[in-house]
């Protein structure tokens, strides 16, 4: 049981790029979340599933796509990547609620600088 | 919208002193209020969670409480240990049985603990 595995670790990008950073947990959770982190700022949504098939925008989604096409996977995609995306992103799961457990599981993170 | 604010950004406390973040939201309709902790480098995790039901919750040196009608809810950490430096974040939501919902995040709090 690995929980929720981001990967790239670390990402550098020049303006423009594209990539797809990589999401998978193996709880067979059914909500999924993509945060990033700014200092001073927290924690802001970008998008989530709530299954597969289904996504919703968040707080901060401009310049971000995603896709839910199995229940383990929930890859967050930049399409031409800015300075201003320069951030540590998290992926996050939790179960629909039955037991009364909402915890949230994260991922290690994504460090991705933009230059 | 959804909205968290979190008092104070940092905060500075001699080891056995009690620690307390406060947090105010604005959604009167949220019920669910988790409290996360993020080491240096590393993700964060859940330490305490309270639904709107209930008023207090404690776990060993760890606390919360929620005041519905004043809409804030509080972190209290007793005995504090240098191990408890870490950036504390609140968050804030809405849970149903069989549901989830996304999380609304405060902007972190840095506590220090001296020796």
């Known amino acids: 049981n690995a929980g929720v595995t981001q990967t790239p670790k670390f990402q550098v990008l020049k303006t423009g790029q594209s990539m797809t950073l990589q999401c998978a947990q193996d709880?067979?959770?059914?909500?999924m979340s993509w945060y990033r982190q700014d200092p001073g700022m927290g924690l802001r949504l970008i998008h989530y599933?709530?299954?597969?098939?289904?996504?919703d925008q968040g707080e901060v989604p401009n310049g971000y796509n995603v896709s839910r096409s199995t229940t383990e996977d929930f890859p967050l995609r930049l399409l031409s990547a800015a300075p201003s995306q320069t951030s540590v992103y998290f992926c996050?799961?939790?179960?629909?609620?039955?037991?009364?457990?909402?915890?949230?599981?994260f991922g290690s993170g994504t460090r991705l600088t933009v230059v | 919208g959804e909205n968290v604010e979190q008092h104070p950004s940092t905060l500075s406390v001699q080891e056995g002193d009690s620690a307390v973040i406060k947090c105010t939201y604005s959604d009167s309709a949220s019920n669910y209020f988790p409290w996360y902790k993020q080491e240096l480098g590393k993700r964060p995790q859940l330490i305490i969670d309270?639904?709107?039901?209930?008023g207090e919750k404690k776990d060993q040196r760890i606390a919360v409480t929620l005041n519905k009608t004043a809409k804030h809810f509080s972190l209290h950490i007793t005995e504090t240990q240098p191990e408890d430096s870490a950036v504390y974040f609140c968050?804030?939501?809405?849970?149903?049985?069989?549901?989830?919902?996304?999380?609304?995040f405060g902007t972190g709090t840095r506590l220090q603990v001296t020796l």
């Open positions: 309270i639904r709107s039901n209930v």
């Open positions: 599933s709530v299954g597969a098939g289904i996504t």
């Open positions: 996050a799961s939790r179960p629909l609620d039955r037991f009364g457990n909402y915890g949230y599981t």
């Open positions: 968050a804030e939501g809405r849970i149903y049985t069989g549901t989830a919902s996304k999380l609304t």
């Open positions: 709880m067979n959770h059914e909500y």
